[in-house]
Every structure is written in C-alpha cells, then in structure tokens.
C-alpha cells in the first residue's frame, strides 16, 4: 500500500504549500528554501528516514528530501572524522542532485532558446 | 483619495483565485507526483536489480532531467499556473529555477550572462539547505560532547 501513503504524503506536503503560498506573501522561493530547512531539521531528529519508510518515493520526490541528503551526508563525516567530517562529506549524497541539476540545465541551455 | 479607500479599490479589482480548488490541485498533483516516483522506484528495484538506495538516487536525477526538459521546451510554467504547488515543491521546481535562469540569461553571455545568475533562483535553496544542516551538525556534535 506504499502507492497509497507516497500519494497521501506528497499531495499534503503540496497542498501545505499551495496554502502557504495564497494566504501569504510569500514566494515560490520562499516556501522551496523553508522546506529544505524543514527537511534538514526532520532529519535532525530522525523523523525523515521514518517518513521515507512510510511513504517511499512520497517523501524522496519533494526538495526536502534535499535538506535530509545535506544532513545525512554531513553526518556521515560526523561519525567518521568529527568536525572536519562536517566539511568534507555535507555535499556528499545532496551532490546527485546538485551535479546533475547543473549538468542539465547547462548542457540543455544551450540546445534550447528561451520561449516568453 | 485617502489610504483605505485606496486599499479597498485594490482589492476588489485584484482577481480572486479560489484558494480551494488550488489546494486541491496542488494535492492531486503532488500526489501523482510521489506515485510516479513510487512507480519507478518499484521498475528500477524489481527489473533492473537496483538497490533501495540507489533507486533513491536515480529517481532524484530523472526528475531532475525531466524538470530540466519541460523548462527548456517551454512547458513548464504552464503547467505550474495549472497545477499549482504540486510541481515546485518537488525536486522539479528546483531543476526548474536553475533551469529557466540559465535560458534567460544566455543571451548576455556565457560569463556575465549564464554564468554569473545561474543560481539566481537555486541559490537561496543551497545556501540555507547548507547553512541549516551544517548547523544542526554542530548542535548534534554539542550533544554528543555533552552526553
């Protein structure tokens, strides 16, 4: 039933945001940056990866898993080798997302004009 | 003209948008978003032998790409004035805003253009994605030096 509770969990994270956003003045940039901090924060206290085995690619698909990556990266470091640990692994499993979302964009900015 | 009145006129000439059809687009987009993921984390998993993790993995580039995709097509902004949230607060809002500066600016320049604003948007993502996870590290390795 993993189907059912990512659709449940992904459809309420949106539909937060989209309340978020109508009754605030706040920007799409806005709300993308407070839950990457919410993610980084959830992962803190160890909810993240609980959330991901209740709802599988639900929580994986949104930008907080983003922040959940940064974390759990940086905490890899943290067991390994303490502070320095800190500064040479946070990027470590956020850097897919990050290396591709460059490589992409680049490569396909340069294929494709800009539509208005 | 005085202030109120001025307020006033602004806000029944500003158009309404109903704000429950939009959550509830929101929710029934993100919702597919997640059950398409969840879809392919299942193929990857189950026919081409890949690992939980590294399902996670290949699920976060491909929506990446796609995000990439439907930006540079044109495609994507209708869709957000469509469905609404459900499709920038997955990781396709951030392939998105990296995305659609990198077009924009392409004609000032590889350097001053592309370059200088292609985190224009993504950049405030990363930034406190960083500065917040970092920090939680340094509360954690507190803790820890304290229990």
């Given at each position: 039933m993993i189907f059912f509770s990512a659709f449940i969990f992904s459809g309420l994270v949106c539909a937060i945001a989209q309340m978020i956003l109508d009754n605030t003045n706040l920007t799409p940039g806005h709300v993308t940056?407070?839950?990457t901090v919410l993610g980084a924060i959830l992962s803190f206290l160890g909810l993240y990866e609980k959330l991901i085995d209740f709802a599988g690619a639900g929580a994986?698909?949104?930008i907080s898993n983003f922040g959940h990556m940064l974390y759990q990266g940086g905490l890899i470091g943290l067991n390994e080798s303490g502070l320095i640990g800190c500064f040479t692994h946070l990027l470590t499993k956020a850097?897919?997302?990050?290396?591709?979302?460059?490589?992409?964009s680049a490569i396909l900015s340069f294929i494709f004009k800009p539509k208005d | 003209m005085n202030k109120d009145?001025?307020?006033?006129l602004v806000k029944s000439l500003t158009p309404k948008e109903n704000k429950v059809k939009n959550t509830l687009l929101a929710f029934l987009s993100g919702g597919i978003v997640g059950v398409l993921g969840e879809l392919e984390i299942y193929i990857l998993m189950n026919f081409c032998g890949v690992s939980r993790t590294e399902a996670f993995i290949w699920l976060c580039i491909s929506l990446i790409f796609i995000g990439c995709f439907l930006t540079s097509l044109g495609f994507f902004d209708n869709l957000v004035t469509k469905f609404k949230a459900g499709l920038i607060i997955p990781t396709t809002g951030f392939a998105h805003s990296i995305s659609s500066s990198a077009l924009d600016y392409k004609k000032d320049g590889l350097i001053t253009g592309l370059g200088a604003n292609f985190f224009k948007l993504a950049g405030s993502v990363i930034l406190y994605g960083i500065l917040s996870a970092f920090l939680l590290l340094m509360i954690r390795m507190v803790i820890e030096c304290l229990v």
């Open positions: 940056s407070l839950f994986t698909v949104l850097s897919a997302a990050i290396v591709s979302a460059v490589v992409f | 009145e001025y307020k006033k």
